[in-house]
């Protein structure tokens, strides 16, 4: 059972533009959605969080967008630019359990 | 700041070979996880660790084993390799359960033949 959906999994968008990724879940205990960023050859690092009790957390040009009846979330990145290209991902955690519950990852192309 | 470091980087096994994954952590953190990650199907918990001496089962532990003995250190040991085991592992630590980041190691490439 995958409890994270995340959609879709490659994206491409020009330089300049905005790039958006969606994700749902289905535990209603989570409490905490963070989006990791990975290039090639690297781990997975930290972009940026939300938790339920607020609808946007903005932090440069990333912003998620949260809709807690809806349980989904989405990553959007404005004026994309070809150093954004990366797999990202989407995660949830809480509910009791440990560790993250990640989304399968979307492939971002920027095209300069 | 070293944060999460794994070795080796690359290993190339043999099936039904054995070998361990290191892993450190010079954070002090409490927790610390073992991930793998195969294409297009993002990482996937195999164990985990709330601190020395206690250890619990993820979501695909089968094949696997893991001690921690100490605060730092969380090894991965692979029992008789199998091709399936082929992947990336992925070290992690937090400080403590859930709404904390989780601090990745840059991973370890397994190749089982």
């Known amino acids: 059972q995958q409890q994270v959906k995340q959609s879709p999994q490659s994206l491409i968008v020009q330089k300049g533009g905005i790039s958006i990724i969606n994700c749902a879940y289905e535990n209603t205990a989570f409490d905490y959605f963070p989006w990791y960023q990975q290039f090639p050859g690297k781990g997975p690092a930290l972009l940026i969080a939300i938790r339920p009790d607020v609808s946007e957390k903005k932090e440069g040009r990333f912003t998620i967008s949260f809709n807690k009846s809806a349980k989904q979330f989405s990553l959007h990145i404005m004026d994309s630019q070809p150093g954004d290209s990366a797999t990202y991902f989407c995660?949830?955690?809480?509910?009791?359990?440990?560790?993250?519950?990640f989304g399968k990852g979307t492939h971002l192309i920027i095209q300069p | 700041n070293a944060g999460v470091t794994q070795t080796p980087k690359f290993r190339i096994l043999k099936i039904g070979q054995s070998m361990t994954l290191q892993c450190t952590q010079d954070m002090n953190h409490n927790y610390m996880y073992w991930y793998r990650q195969d294409p297009g199907m993002g990482l996937k918990l195999i164990y985990y660790s709330v601190g020395a001496g206690i250890t619990d089962k993820g979501e695909v532990p089968n094949g696997y084993n893991v001690s921690r003995s100490t605060t730092e250190d969380f090894p991965l040991r692979l029992e008789l390799a199998a091709p399936s085991q082929t992947s990336v592992y992925f070290c992690a630590s937090s400080r403590d359960r859930g709404g904390n980041t989780i601090y990745f190691g840059e991973g370890s490439w397994l190749t089982v033949v």
């Open positions: 995660a949830a955690s809480g509910g009791g359990a440990d560790g993250l519950t």
